[in-house]
C-alpha cells in the first residue's frame, strides 16, 4: 500500500511541475534571418511567459508575439515603441518622441522610411534586429499587449549558440 501511495504521490508532484513550466516556460523556435545578429535562423529560445503576467514590457526587450494579421504565426521582435510613443525612422535613423535612438545590436541601419506615428494604447511597435529583412511593424501594423506571450530568455541552441538573450535598450545618439 505504501508503495502505491509513493508512486501517485511521484506523479502527482510530475503533473504540478509539468504545469507551472507550462504556464511560466515556453520554447519557440526561430524561422528566418529577422533578428540577425541577435538569434539566427534555427535557434531554439525559452521564453518567460511570467515576466509580463507581473509587469509590462519595457523598449529593447525582445519578445515573442502572435501575429496581430494571424494569430497562428508566433515571431520574435524587440520592442522599440510603447504605448503613446512617437516613432520615426529617416535617413537610417530611428527617432523614438523625436529623440534620436543609437541601436548598437542592429545588422545595418534601416533603408526605409517610417513616417511619424504614435503608437495606439495597449500597443507595441516591435522591429527585427536585421532591419532591412524583417517583416515588421513598419510595414503598418503594432502588436496588441494581449498579444505578446512572453520575452526571450535563452537561446539554447544549438549548443554553439547558446546564451542568455541581450535585452538591450537603444539610448540616446551621440550629440
Do not use: C
Not at 506523479?11 to 540577425?36: E, N, R
Not at 503608437?119 to 532591419?131: A, T
Not at 541552441?157 to 546564451?163: F, K, L, V
Amino acid at each position: 500500500m505504501r508503495q502505491v501511495r509513493d508512486i501517485i504521490t511521484t506523479i502527482l508532484i510530475a503533473l504540478i511541475v509539468f504545469a507551472i513550466l507550462q504556464v511560466t516556460v515556453g520554447s519557440f523556435k526561430v524561422y528566418g534571418q529577422s533578428m540577425v545578429p541577435t538569434v539566427e535562423n534555427g535557434d531554439y529560445i525559452l521564453v518567460n511567459k511570467l515576466s509580463y503576467i507581473l509587469g509590462n514590457p519595457h523598449r529593447g526587450e525582445i519578445v515573442i508575439f502572435h501575429h496581430p494579421q494571424n494569430s497562428k504565426n508566433d515571431l520574435i521582435k524587440r520592442i522599440i515603441g510603447l504605448p503613446g510613443d512617437t516613432v520615426e525612422i529617416k535617413d537610417g535613423k530611428l527617432f523614438v518622441n523625436d529623440i534620436e535612438l543609437q541601436e548598437e545590436y542592429i545588422l545595418e541601419p534601416p533603408k526605409y522610411k517610417y513616417h511619424q506615428s504614435e503608437i495606439p494604447p495597449d500597443h507595441y511597435l516591435v522591429l527585427g534586429d536585421n532591419r532591412n529583412n524583417s517583416a515588421d511593424s513598419h510595414n503598418g501594423w503594432t502588436v496588441p499587449r494581449e498579444n505578446i506571450v512572453g520575452k526571450a530568455w535563452l537561446n539554447y541552441w544549438p549548443i554553439s549558440n547558446w546564451a542568455v538573450i541581450k535585452h538591450d535598450a537603444p539610448g540616446l545618439a551621440n550629440k
